[in-house]
């Protein structure tokens, strides 16, 4: 059956202009990470993502390494853009980052002209585009000089493989250092993608969101519900093998005053007639320098419950003076 779009797609979600650029993303975007992959069948990969955009989600975003085996999310991705979404190219912002081990070798990883240069073309080859809208560097290199990695990347536009670049994982001082690069270089720099939830405030704390602002620049977060977190999941206590990331390893410290927390939080969200995810969701794009959430979802309802944040996207100050306070 031929895939049409929902016409009706836009009236769904609201999107917003990042920074003053002329890049306009949905207020949540479709991560693959290792949601869809070698380990999922591609009709149920295929279903989501085309909900995905039937209900206004029209940026996609992958890496290298996505998988769960290196590369398989990519050709997922691609897979279903063959098929589906090819037809819809100009209304797609696709995006992918290279960075982490993708192949063996000292060559494999990082951020050298050489690897990034190499990385691309794979990802353009696996998900049979000409180009993506954002090439990110998917994290710090410690190794290689940083203006290195700024000429790779703004040489990767200037060849039309990406028509923007930004940073994942980037420090503030980090993504200040190799703004000013880009500005010098004339380089499209387009934002940071970087783990930032009401537990992980990292962006606020060192002034990421004011520097990437300075730099017309905006943040695009990822792990929005603090990797599972922020949900109903864990109102009545953590399992013993609950899986820590990094980002949430304060939980080990205080497990019974994280649950109390969550459940705080719960019952605000309820008074907003929203899920406690939902709520999360909605509390990042309270601030307009968050140009998108990266949002990953392996079901058709899960990512149906994603979308409904739009019902409530707006706070009183006393509701985010007891968001402060129940965090505090």
């Not at 279903?47 to 990519?74: C, H, Q, R, W």
């Not at 990406?162 to 994942?168: D, E, I, M, R, W």
Request: aromatic share 10%.
């Amino acid at each position: 059956m031929v895939y049409a779009a929902a016409d009706n797609r836009y009236d769904v979600l609201p999107y917003r202009r990042v920074s003053d650029s002329g890049l306009i993303l949905p207020a949540l975007s479709f991560g693959l990470w290792r949601n869809l992959g070698d380990q999922k069948p591609l009709a149920n990969s295929r279903e989501v993502m085309l909900k995905a955009f039937d209900n206004g989600i029209f940026s996609f975003d992958n890496a290298s390494n996505y998988g769960p085996s290196n590369g398989t999310a990519e050709e997922t991705f691609g897979a279903v853009y063959q098929s589906d979404l090819k037809p819809y190219r100009n209304e797609l912002v696709i995006t992918t980052k290279a960075g982490y081990h993708m192949w063996p070798g000292p060559l494999g990883e990082f951020s050298g002209r050489k690897t990034l240069t190499a990385a691309l073309d794979l990802s353009l080859e696996r998900m049979h585009l000409d180009y993506v809208d954002i090439f990110y560097a998917h994290r710090w290199d410690p190794n290689t000089n940083l203006r290195e990695t700024a000429e790779a990347l703004d040489s990767l536009v200037r060849q039309g493989k990406a028509l923007y670049v930004g940073v994942s994982n980037y420090t503030a001082e980090q993504t200040a250092a190799i703004a000013e690069i880009f500005e010098e270089l004339h380089t499209p720099f387009i934002g940071n993608q970087m783990s930032y939830n009401m537990f992980n405030r990292e962006a606020e704390q060192d002034q990421m969101l004011d520097i990437l602002d300075q730099h017309h620049a905006g943040l695009i977060a990822y792990g929005p519900l603090a990797e599972g977190l922020l949900t109903d999941r864990y109102l009545d206590g953590f399992p013993s093998d609950f899986p820590l990331h990094r980002s949430n390893a304060f939980i080990a410290e205080d497990p019974e005053g994280t649950v109390a927390k969550l459940n705080a939080l719960n019952d605000l969200a309820k008074g907003r007639n929203q899920t406690l995810a939902q709520m999360a969701e909605a509390w990042l794009l309270r601030d307009d320098r968050v140009a998108s959430i990266v949002i990953g979802a392996s079901s058709v309802d899960h990512l149906l419950d994603n979308v409904k944040v739009a019902g409530n996207m707006t706070f009183t100050a006393d509701e985010l003076a007891e968001i402060d306070r129940i965090l505090g």
